[in-house]
């Protein structure tokens, strides 16, 4: 996408934000990352009503309080519902930076358990100043250690990461 | 070797007893992700708390250069081409600015615009990086220009003298011998402590090779350090380059040492930005280069000068012309900012005229200041001479009889336009031009035929060396002629010039 379509999106994003104004909800930002990508794949079949699909999707995942149908039909009158996506995402974000929620993948080399899990989290917490809301992934690549990503920011100690670092020394 | 599971589940528990006890000193890093590739740069969603300029490291091991910033995006330019980057690959901030490795060791060696040797002599070993952009000495902490920075070229240091901190810059259309001047003066500087610093921009490899190897063979590798980003580097190294060389120069001009940069040449050095910046959408100006484009000059020359705690960065810039046009953009940019042009005329350099400086065309705004005494006595009224010279070199084109006097002007200036043709790599001493500047003044060439002027100038500098060493030492270290030393030279070139044409009246008048 483009330099002036992503200002686009961002611009008609911020307006519904402001317009909807969602109040916090826990399980809001999987809601919109699932709904995304589902319009995303979605939009790779043909259908006739594609508008009326979209807000019956959206409601499904309790998203209405988004107002997602206006700037649906919206898009539509212009032919560019090929945005929607994108603008979804970036719902998300600005969702995310107002209610001061982050988002994250925590990778480790090995099954963790829920005070390991537990003590992550808080430590986030307590970084960010930030809810985190996170999903757990094992990833072998690491060989041993944690590695926790957001949009945003990094944080990894791993073996992984010390060859990398070797490797660009030598 | 084997991994143990039960090992790599201790080091993991050991990580995270540390984030348990609240440890200060882990932080989070920021960073972002690459969302397009493409034409050496990238765009990156992220980095938020990012600053301009400020370099970034790639997972994949590729670094960058920040050059332009939006609300969630930004552009980076890559410094390496070479290493590969992928969409969705983590950017991390390093938090600093770019930087060069500086110091002794890069005396003698080849480097590119970061600062990797590419001569194949072995790593650096020093250890001090200073950033690339850095604010420009203050008006009080300068000194006035009053040291001379010579060139060894008789034309240049007697007309259009330059000085220790100094502007000078080199004009001239393609193959007019710009670079021929700024390699002369590197030349030399051998004996004199000045470090010389040669920025090659946008060259052909081949020519830079041919660079170093005269260096190395007329022993100026031993105080120059070369720094190359040739044709076949990206844009930004182009970029880059002047900026680095002159980074280089400071750290020595820090140690109060004096030191010559040459950029050869800038109007690669302003096509290279302004592709930057066409890939970065900025609003193209005037011939396509950026609105800022001044700046891109400004801020780099205005970094040389002399400096009241010592030291001093004099800048030889050096830009190409199309078709004798000095009125194109860059070169009046440029004019604009330095102290003073040395302009070479392609027909004086067809008609072997060579070094084919047009005197008229340049000029040194520093002057008198920065010749020594001696020079200037030698000099006073030349420039009127040959402008005397050039008018009447017009007129008597068009075949009418001319008075006495101005066939004696004629033939004056033509003695002085031979006796300023000078060979490359064959560099004159401030004495050597003293005594040449010399037999001009006192009219004791003006009986010697046009062709044997140079020979017999030159004769008589070595004569006075080797048979009256006093005398050219006391020229040497006064820099001055005093009224016995005049009275004394005035024997000498009398007797010399018996013994040179015998047969011919040797008047002084």
Known sequence: MDERVSRKVLTIARALFAYANPPFDAGILMRLNMFADMIRSYQGRVLVRRVVDII??????????????????????????????????????????????????????????????????????????????????TDPALIAGIRIESDSMLWERSIARQLRLLERSL | ???????????????????????????????????????????????????????????????????????????????????????????????????????????????????????????????????????????????????????????????????????????????????????????????????????????????????????EEQGALDYTV???????????????????????????????????????????????????????????????????????????????????????????????????DITAYIPTNLISITDGQIFLDTKLFNAGVRPAVNVELSVSRVGGAAQTKAVKQMTRALRLEIAQYNELLAFSQFGSELDLISQRKLARGAIVVELFKQPQFSTYSSVTEVLQLFLLRENFLDQIPQGDVRKVALQFASFVQSVYPDLYKTIEVKAAIEPETQGALQTIAIEFMRSFAPDKEVDSD
């Open chain 1, 56 to 137: 019956a999707i959206s409601k499904q995942y309790s998203l209405d309080q988004c107002r997602f149908d206006l700037v649906a039909q919206l898009l539509e009158q212009r032919s560019q519902l090929e945005l929607f996506p994108a603008l979804v995402e970036q719902f998300s974000k600005l969702y995310a930076e107002k209610h001061r929620v982050m988002q994250c993948v925590i990778k480790s080399s090995h099954n963790l358990t829920e005070t390991q899990k537990n003590v992550l989290v808080r430590w986030l917490e307590l970084k960010t100043g930030k809810r985190v809301f996170y999903s757990v992934l």
């Open chain 2, 226 to 324: 070369v720094v190359s980003a040739d044709a076949s580097s990206s844009a930004l190294n182009q970029y880059l380059a002047p900026y680095a060389g002159t980074t280089i120069g400071e750290y020595f001009r820090a140690q109060k040492r004096d030191v010559l940069v040459v950029y050869d040449d800038l109007s690669n050095h302003a096509v290279a930005y302004r592709e930057i910046s066409l890939l970065m959408r900025r609003p193209p100006g005037r011939e396509a280069y950026p609105g800022d484009v001044f700046y891109l000059h400004s801020r780099l020359l205005e970094r040389a000068g002399k400096l009241l705690s010592g030291g001093s960065l004099t800048a030889l810039p050096i830009v190409q012309i199309q078709g004798d």
């Open chain 2, 1 to 215: 070797m084997e991994i143990k599971g039960a090992d790599l589940v201790s080091l993991l528990e050991e990580s995270l007893r540390k984030l348990d006890k609240g440890p200060r000193e882990e932080n989070l890093e920021e960073i972002g992700h690459v969302v397009q590739v493409g034409d050496a740069s990238c765009t990156i969603y992220g980095l938020t708390h990012a600053v301009y300029g400020e370099l970034v490291q790639f997972e994949g091991g590729a670094q960058g250069i920040i050059l332009d910033l939006q609300e969630y995006l930004c552009t980076v330019f890559l410094l390496d081409v070479h290493t590969s980057v992928a969409e969705h690959e983590v950017v991390r901030r390093t938090g600093s600015e770019f930087k060069i490795p500086v110091g002794s060791d890069l005396i003698g060696r080849v480097v590119n615009a970061i600062g990797t040797p590419i001569d194949g002599a072995g790593e650096l070993t020093t250890k001090e990086l200073l950033p690339i952009e850095v604010s420009v000495p203050g008006i009080i902490e300068r000194s006035p220009v009053n040291e001379p920075l010579e060139t060894g070229l008789m034309v240049v240091d007697a007309l259009v003298p330059i000085g220790k901190g100094q502007r000078e810059l080199i004009i001239g259309n393609r193959s007019t011998g710009k670079t021929a001047i700024a390699l002369d003066t590197i030349l030399n500087q051998k004996g004199k402590n000045v470090i010389c610093v040669y920025v090659a921009v946008g060259q052909r490899q081949a020519n830079v090779a041919r660079i170093v190897h005269l260096l």
